[in-house]
């Protein structure tokens, strides 16, 4: 739900309080399920060992894994859920995308155009502002190896660049070598922080005063709502909202 690379963030969604991070395991067992059904073996389901991934990164309990991958065969049932991505504006014309799993379109569209047009936004036509943004495959780990090393194991790997940041290495993949490049790094002994395909932007903006204030409560009521995965968006957040 970090809605962009930058780790700061990423780190202070994993630093919020117990009931946020329910929500978000809630989030991903619900992904789990998806991915599972109908094969719940990540050997022959690189789907689901990607999703896996993406839960171990975020650090949800092994039990928890388990029993959304067990939901697959069970509580879904004949319960059908699409993903469905919705494109719009925020407050002060912040690109936004929303990424989402529901059992009723309807329902959901509703739901985010609400929000959106509650906090100074409005929902897009596809394509809309997803021309913005990247669609890559996205591992963060820690600065247990050197620039080179990383960078050597990365490309090694099929990986098709590696950003350093303070405290961390962003490595980034098409989407189609995700599961390759993942696979070879966790061969490798590496623990990711983050590893999913996410929608970066190219470019960021900077918002302010009431822009910002809005901007921000449109990202908690969409991350509240449960239909809704991800959110990606062009914001740069203060650094303070980032460090919390």
């Known amino acids: 739900m970090s809605g962009h690379s930058k780790w700061h963030n990423i780190q202070a969604k994993k630093g919020k309080a117990d009931a946020a991070r329910g929500k978000l395991f809630t989030k991903i067992g619900r992904e789990l399920a ?79 155009r ?28 820690e600065k247990t190896l050197s620039e080179d090393e990383i960078m050597d194991m990365a490309l090694e790997a099929g990986a098709e660049d590696v950003v350093t940041q303070e405290d961390v290495y962003e490595i980034y993949t098409e989407p189609s070598a995700f599961s390759q490049v993942r696979t070879y790094l966790e061969g490798k ?32 009521k969409l991350e509240e709502n449960d239909d809704v995965q991800d959110v990606y968006h062009n914001v740069e957040l203060p650094e303070e909202e980032e460090e919390d």
């Open 34 to 112: 998806v991915a599972a059904k109908g094969n719940p073996n990540p050997a022959t389901n690189s789907k689901l060992a990607d999703v896996i991934a993406k839960a171990k990164a975020a650090n949800m309990p092994n039990d928890n894994i388990e029993r959304s991958i067990k939901k697959a065969a069970g509580e879904l049932g004949d319960k059908e859920y699409k993903e469905l991505t919705y494109e719009g504006y925020g407050a002060g014309g912040a690109a936004v995308i929303v990424t989402t799993l529901t059992d009723n379109n309807n329902r959901t569209a509703s739901d985010v």
């Open 189 to 220: 002994g590496l623990e990711f922080l983050q590893a999913e395909i996410a929608m970066i932007p190219q470019n960021k903006i900077v918002l302010d005063g009431e822009k910002l204030e809005l901007f921000k409560k449109m990202l908690e």
């Open 114 to 141: 609400s929000i959106m047009s509650k906090c100074g936004g409005s929902l897009g036509t596809t394509g809309s502002v997803s021309y913005m943004f990247d669609n890559r495959g996205l591992i963060v780990v």
